[in-house]
């Protein structure tokens, strides 16, 4: 499953990125996250509770920053398992200034879903990782203004 978009968020490049590296913050701003746990340099263990379509379960795993190149870009390397599928996926995230007072975040990368997780339907998938994706940028804008 293809994971592609882009979103302009109200704050300078530098705390855009400060915050993509704040556990405590990502904890709060991910949909469905419950625990995010550094245990390690760039990487960490997930704890994740997400409803998809008819389908939910609880995942857990690792997740891991690679190509860091600070404050610009990143690759996010997710690895999930859980009753229902495993999800591993790998999403290469972009910032960039727009003004001194705006960032966009892109990214883009590809989700490969195994057990129910992949029967579950293309479609059914895609509505649901643009919801929680939309969910996502909400909670970051939320996060920036508090």
């Given at each position: 499953?293809?994971?592609?978009?882009?979103?302009?968020?109200?704050?300078?490049?530098?705390?855009?990125?400060?915050?993509?590296?704040?556990?405590?913050?990502?904890?709060?701003?991910?949909?469905?996250?419950?625990?995010?746990?550094?245990?390690?340099?760039?990487?960490?263990?997930?704890i994740s509770?997400?409803?998809?379509?008819?389908?939910?379960?609880k995942f857990?795993?690792?997740?891991?920053?690679?190509?860091?190149?600070?404050?610009?870009?990143?690759?996010?390397?997710?690895?999930?398992?859980?009753?229902?599928?495993?999800?591993?996926?790998?999403?290469?995230?972009?910032?960039?200034?727009?003004?001194?007072?705006?960032?966009?975040?892109?990214?883009d990368g590809?989700?490969?879903?195994?057990?129910?997780?992949?029967?579950?339907?293309?479609?059914?998938?895609?509505?649901?990782?643009?919801?929680?994706?939309?969910?996502?940028?909400?909670?970051?804008?939320?996060?920036?203004?508090?």
């Open positions: 499953m293809q994971l592609t978009g882009s979103h302009t968020l109200a704050a300078p490049i530098e705390k855009v990125w400060q915050m993509l590296m704040d556990t405590d913050i990502l904890a709060k701003i991910v949909p469905g996250v419950s625990r995010l746990e550094k245990t390690g340099e760039n990487q960490f263990e997930a509770e997400i409803k998809l379509g008819p389908v939910s379960g857990s795993g690792g997740l891991t920053l690679s190509d860091i190149i600070e404050p610009s870009t990143f690759t996010l390397n997710v690895s999930q398992n859980s009753k229902i599928g495993n999800a591993d996926a790998s999403i290469k995230i972009n910032l960039v200034s727009v003004d001194a007072q705006q960032t966009e975040i892109s990214f590809d989700a490969k879903l195994s057990g129910l997780l992949a029967r579950t339907g293309q479609r059914v998938l895609s509505g649901v990782a643009n919801t929680l994706t939309k969910q996502f940028f909400s909670n970051f804008e939320e996060e920036i203004v508090s």
